[in-house]
């Protein structure tokens, strides 16, 4: 029963957050410049949805999820937009995404962890020095989003598609369970989106 309690309570407390820090590891040449080609931060050529329907529904349909936690419709629809456009490029699931970011900042766009990972999700400044520009903002919405989708697409990369280990990498905490599983859950229980359940309502 307090196990079920608990379960519950972590899955009602929306601004929670459970913030790690990706840890610094060696680049070869090839990756390092794979990397800094993606997170140069250019604006948006097109549209990531496959066409206007399927962009009204999910924008529709995640509007309505994250509306408690951005209140600003305007603002609302830029963080998805976005999140869905950088997801997307980076070859992950927009939801995925989601779910990572209520575990990691809570949605806060300014948050700071005590490692100093920042933004939305909770990316670690050595990124910039690293494989960025030294004026890139990590808490500006896009500049966050781009970088820390790119190092999730390097990470699964690294992993071969294992994104538990590919999570636990990111949150700096490989080979425990507890985060990869908190943001599994997220995606699952409040993320998970599909149009042919949304027109079976």
Known sequence: MRAAIGVLLSLLAPLAAYAGAQKYEPLSASVHGALSRSVSDRAPQHS?????TVAIDWLTEMSGRLAKRI???ESRLDFLRSVHYEAT???LDPQLVLGLIQVESGFNKYAVSTAG???????MPF??????????NLFHLRTNLRYGCTILRHYL???????????GR???????AAYPNMVRA???????YSRSALAQR
């Open 48 to 52: 990531s949805f496959q066409d206007s």
């Open 71 to 73: 209140p600003d419709r």
């Open 89 to 91: 490029r980076a070859g």
């Open 117 to 123: 990972a920042r933004g939305f999700m909770q990316v």
């Open 127 to 136: 990124w910039v020095r690293l494989v960025g520009r030294s004026d890139d």
């Open 157 to 167: 990369d690294i992993e071969r598609g294992d994104l538990y280990r590919a999570l």
């Open 170 to 176: 990111y949150n700096g905490s490989l080979g425990q």
């Open 186 to 192: 997220a995606w699952d229980q409040r993320w998970t």
